[in-house]
């Protein structure tokens, strides 16, 4: 890591909305909900045609050409399938709930910098809608408000699976949001704001994926639990609760939560590419013709890349990763990604007071770092011992388990046995071990004649 170069991060470069009127920002606005619906088609198909490569299942590639129709056929049924509405739900909440989803997913994009400002004669505007002291605690605030429609559409089903499907989603939402937040943390510290645009252009020397390699590493984990992907996918498990929250929705309402689902993918790897990937700007782009691929209309398709590169990947895990259970899933959101990023945002913190303070020789920072590297290992090995400690518990607790005889029956009703423990033998297999044991003594007794 160059450490001069995460220290010194200037925050210069912010975008100015001053010369933009009413119908500028409308058309910004109408530009950015046309995009990401676009976008939404368009990797539908790629997806589509993706895992079927990956996973050799070639029906959507095969339906059209280049499996165009694959796509067609889906919104025609969603259009058309009939419109069933389920007794005894709120109605009000039922019908609320994708509005809500969806809503709160066409909002991200709207502090998230396209390029740099577009110049048109004399007139001059930034590729972005708007931006603020607090852009990013704003894309965290809205991404967090949208799982309430999730919440209320399991709960308004009035439903045992839509409500499961609900409950988990909050669960891993508050999970993965925590580490989120903790990674992007240090992405504005070293920034030195929170204006989208001015951590962009903080970025000009080097790219915070490799600056802040750990942060960008967990929110890449955390962006795929935050919008349910695989292996991330439980709260819509479909071997287990058919489609969680989604359940009882049909043709337009589900639509609507389709929808919100794939916008929140380009939420999350727009976002992904402003604070880690250095957003519209190409690699080395000043130093190449003058800086001419990062001006004009250039900065979008570098930005555009950039996002379905992310969009790609996630794709790519999906074909390849299967689902991991929900006690794996809690447990990796609380027990590893949380302390890691916790730790790793107060190593930054420390070495930004330390750069921005000038305290002392770099050998006495160096040994502030290291005195942070300790503290931090020693709380990781507190809590790796309660950790053992409460493993052995548990271990004790099923030694004793299994030493009892299982009584399937104890409660009233058959329950299955808990690991370590053993059905009781049925009375089938005791008739026929008895009939054995009768035939073997008739046997010896026949050979003592």
Request: contains cysteine; proline residues 5%.
């Amino acid at each position: 890591m160059n450490t001069a170069i995460l220290l010194s991060a200037s925050s210069t470069g912010a975008a100015d909305f001053s010369n933009d009127t009413w119908w500028i920002t409308l058309i910004k606005a109408v530009f950015i909900v046309a995009w990401l619906i676009i976008s939404v088609i368009m990797a539908l198909w790629v997806e589509r045609r993706g895992l079927g490569r990956i996973q050799t299942r070639p029906g959507p590639n095969v339906h059209g050409p280049l499996g165009l129709f694959q796509a067609l056929a889906d919104a025609i049924k969603l259009l058309t399938k009939e419109d069933i509405f389920k007794r005894n739900v709120d109605k009000v909440l039922y019908l609320l709930a994708p509005v809500i989803t969806a809503a709160c997913a066409f909002c991200i994009y709207a502090v998230i910098p396209f390029g740099p400002d577009l110049h048109i004669g004399s007139f001059s505007t930034p590729l972005q809608l708007t931006d603020s002291n607090v852009a990013v605690l704003y894309m965290l605030a809205i991404a967090g408000l949208g799982v309430y429609g999730i919440i209320l559409g399991g709960w308004a089903s009035n439903g045992h699976l839509p409500l499961y499907g609900a409950t988990r989603s909050a669960a891993q939402v508050i999970s993965y949001e925590l580490a989120m937040g903790m990674s992007l943390v240090s992405v504005f510290v070293v920034s030195g704001s929170m204006k989208t645009s001015e951590i962009v252009a903080a970025q000009t020397p080097m790219w915070w994926c490799v600056a802040l390699f750990p942060a960008f590493v967990i929110y890449v984990i955390s962006m795929m639990g935050e919008v349910n992907r695989l292996p991330f996918d439980l709260p819509e498990c479909e071997g287990e609760i058919v489609a969680g929250h989604m359940t009882e929705y049909s043709s337009m309402k589900f639509a609507w939560f389709y929808l919100a689902e794939y916008i929140n993918m380009f939420n999350v790897s727009g976002i992904c590419v402003t604070l880690f990937l250095g957003g519209w700007r190409f690699p080395g782009g000043e130093a190449i013709l003058g800086g001419a691929l990062n001006s004009g209309l250039w900065p979008f398709l570098w930005f555009g890349i950039k996002v379905w590169a992310v969009m790609w990947f996630m794709i790519w895990v999906r074909g390849t990763l299967l689902r991991v259970r929900y006690d794996q899933l809690m447990m990796l959101g609380w027990k590893i990604l949380l302390p890691v990023s916790i730790a790793w945002m107060v190593v930054v913190v420390v070495m930004r007071v330390v750069s921005v303070y000038g305290i002392g020789s770099i050998s006495q920072r160096m040994m502030a770092i290291a005195a942070v590297f300790v503290v931090a290992l020693i709380i990781i090995w507190i809590t790796g011992g309660k950790a053992d400690r409460k493993a052995l518990e548990k271990q004790a607790q099923k030694d004793a388990a299994a030493s009892e005889p299982f009584d399937a029956f104890k409660g009233g009703y058959p329950v299955p046995p808990m690991p370590g423990q053993v059905l009781p033998p049925s009375p089938r297999s005791l008739v026929r071990a008895s009939a054995g044991e009768d035939h073997l003594v008739a046997k010896e007794g026949e050979s003592n004649e």
